[in-house]
């Protein structure tokens, strides 16, 4: 028997206006993923818990069946684990996004954030914007006085170490949560330490600004990353141990560092594919390719698409519901009949970790549909896959018991 895990970050929703209230899910054109929730078991579970903040690290914790109300410390130092990067107690670690803030003649806190990923930035640029902003002899001064360096990524997100590190207080935002706002109310805030972030936030806006890499993402008719942002913050943290926990072993196929470090913490294989991005355009076949690898020698493989997500983020609803239909297309149509050749009897788990909401373009905890199929059976649920029809099946109040289900005989 083999165990699949697919995720589509972000693919819930709710009804959309524009959409003819209906939700992504809903209109996208998905006759797979349809098809293994008629002949499969359609409910909706609940993977953020109460309390704790709605996103991928809490969600993907869960469904790993790593319970976050316990082990959840933020966001960053699960992300530096895939990197190997492992946090000496007192230090931590943030998400250092490249941001676009808007071009006016007024001061950093008056002006308001256009996007968290400078506009989607292509990775060697993004690279190149990091390093010369370090590389600044000013700058350079100022975080090391602050205990701040940086672990650069081939995207819009880097990452920020920094040593012994005070937290207690802290207020760092999800940048996404509030694009098109004026950012004064949403830089660092809380502690002494949060007015160091801010001073440097400050800093790097102006030493990027006028750059020429983004004076000619200005002239491309693109957004200047001018601007980095400081948040999930976290400090070390520790996993339970996914093999010994469900007696599988497996890997984890993602294009985030978010997945990659889990699987790490966790005890699975990191697995990384050549042309893999995180946003709509990426190596869904390759994807595949990989999972079939996976699963010749162990008994679980996981593949994680970022696109649904990514799309909400920059406000675009045509580009979620492709990056729903691409899934689909792409990754499932393709994956069954692999599975089939391949001789295997399977249960696949396919479900969005959390809502992203168009209206918002920020991410919601209530709970999202999912599939659970079984390729010697036929449930019946009958119901094509959405989150309404979700609501029609069993309820799970906690993500981290998916896990069990997945496994369950």
Not at 397 to 407: Q, R, W, Y
Request: charged fraction near 20%; aromatic fraction near 6%.
């Amino acid at each position: 028997m083999k165990y699949i895990l697919v995720i589509g970050d972000g693919m819930a929703d709710n009804p959309v206006p524009e959409l003819g209230n209906k939700t992504p899910l809903q209109a996208a054109n998905k006759p797979v993923m349809d098809m293994l929730a008629a002949k499969g078991e359609l409910g909706s579970v609940l993977n953020v818990p109460k309390g704790l903040p709605a996103g991928s690290d809490t969600a993907i914790l869960s469904i790993f069946g790593c319970d976050p109300t316990w082990c959840y410390t933020g966001r960053a130092p699960l992300e530096v684990a895939a990197a190997g990067t492992k946090l000496a107690p007192g230090d931590a670690a943030y998400r250092c996004n490249m941001v676009t803030f808007e071009d006016t003649d007024v001061p950093l806190e008056e002006k308001r954030i256009l996007s968290h990923s400078a506009g989607s930035i292509d990775g060697e640029t993004s690279i190149a914007l990091i390093s010369a902003l370090f590389d600044d002899p000013e700058f350079s001064a100022a975080a090391q006085a602050a205990g701040v360096s940086v672990q650069k990524s081939p995207s819009f997100r880097h990452f920020a170490i920094q040593k012994q590190a005070d937290l207690k207080g802290i207020r760092l935002i999800p940048p996404h949560d509030h694009l098109g706002e004026k950012i004064g109310p949403l830089l660092p805030s809380g502690c002494d330490n949060a007015q160091t972030l801010k001073e440097l936030m400050i800093l790097a806006h102006r030493k990027l600004d006028h750059h020429p890499l983004n004076e000619a993402r200005r002239a491309q008719g693109k957004m200047p990353a001018n601007g980095i942002w400081f948040w999930a913050e976290g400090t070390a943290v520790a996993l339970p141990n996914f093999v010994e926990n469900y007696g599988k072993t497996g890997g984890v196929i993602s294009a985030v560092p978010l997945c990659h470090g889990i699987a790490s913490l966790a005890g699975l294989e990191m697995i990384h594919v050549p042309g893999a991005t995180g946003e709509i355009e990426t190596n869904y076949e390759g994807k595949v390719d990989a999972a079939m690898a996976v699963l010749k020698d162990h008994d679980f493989a996981a593949i994680h698409v970022e696109a649904p997500d990514e799309c909400t983020h920059n406000g675009d609803t045509p580009g979620k519901i492709r990056a729903i239909e691409l899934i689909d297309a792409r990754v499932l149509k393709n994956l069954l009949p692999k599975l089939d050749s391949a001789g295997y009897d399977y249960r696949m788990l396919i479900l969005s970790d959390h809502k992203t909401l168009t209206s918002t373009r920020g991410h919601d905890g209530d709970p999202v549909p999912y599939i659970l199929y079984d390729s010697r059976k036929n449930a019946g649920s009958g119901l094509s896959y959405c989150e309404e029809n979700g609501l029609k099946g069993p309820y799970v109040d906690a993500g981290v018991k998916l896990m069990g289900m997945l496994f369950s005989e």
